[in-house]
């Protein structure tokens, strides 16, 4: 059974960091791309960051390029983004996602990480 | 960066009633479409790909159809379970994009 699983949200202060992870399993992780998608509260889906299988390709949203990284360790199978100089309107429900094989969708999902930008 | 706009932003049915949902892309992403139902508090749910082809495991009461940039999501008859936000995502090019979502509400 494919899981995903993100951790590390918390509460954090603007300018401040954090960082998420996302264990997967029930799959070949070492072959898949992931993705981080956020949602800010009672708004839409955002794309923020993919990462290829190998971590050799890699694309931010505009919104976060810069100061957020996105890696992962395939012998955790675990990815990471990692959050800086977080600003008030980075707070959202951060979702891990894997994508789908020979799309750029995305099929497996996390339950979501809240990440609160607030002093 | 490619726009996506979903119409209508809310819905109003009934179980049983024939629903689509209509998601447009700024310039022509081919067939690279994806569909997602939201339901509150939880993380979406993948059920088309490649503009009409059901994930497993997908009712197959919803269909997705449209290619270029015009594209609809069809439930053919909606049932309690349906009720639920939409959105749409192409995958043509990155930054990848989602629409703002159509609410599926009860009647």
């Known amino acids: 059974e494919v899981q995903v699983l993100e951790s590390g949200g918390g509460l954090v202060q603007p300018g401040g960091s954090l960082r998420l992870s996302c264990a997967a399993s029930g799959f070949m992780f070492n072959t898949n791309s992931m993705t981080w998608v956020r949602q800010a509260p009672g708004k839409g889906l955002e794309w923020v960051a993919i990462?290829?299988?190998?971590?050799?390709?890699?694309y931010y949203a505009d919104s976060v390029k810069g100061r957020f990284t996105i890696s992962r360790d395939n012998s955790q199978s675990t990815v990471y983004l990692q959050m800086n100089s977080l600003r008030v309107e980075d707070t959202a429900v951060y979702y891990c996602?894997?994508?789908?094989?020979?799309?750029?969708?995305?099929?497996?999902w996390g339950q979501g990480a809240l990440v609160t930008v607030s002093s | 960066d490619i726009q996506m706009t979903q119409s209508p932003s809310t819905l109003s049915a009934s179980v049983g009633d024939r629903v689509t949902i209509t998601c447009r892309a700024s310039q022509s992403i081919s067939d690279w479409l994806a569909w997602y139902q939201q339901k509150p508090g939880k993380a979406p749910k993948f059920l088309i790909y490649k503009a009409s082809t059901l994930q497993g495991g997908v009712p197959s009461r919803f269909s997705g159809s449209g290619s270029g940039t015009e594209f609809t999501l069809t439930i053919s008859s909606l049932q309690p379970d349906d009720f639920a936000t939409y959105y749409c995502?192409?995958?043509?090019?990155?930054?990848?994009?989602f629409g703002g979502g159509t609410k599926v509400e009860i009647k």
């Open positions: 990462i290829n299988y190998n971590g050799r390709s890699i």
């Open positions: 995502q192409q995958y043509k090019s990155y930054p990848l994009t």
């Open positions: 996602a894997k994508e789908a094989i020979g799309t750029t969708a995305f099929d497996y």
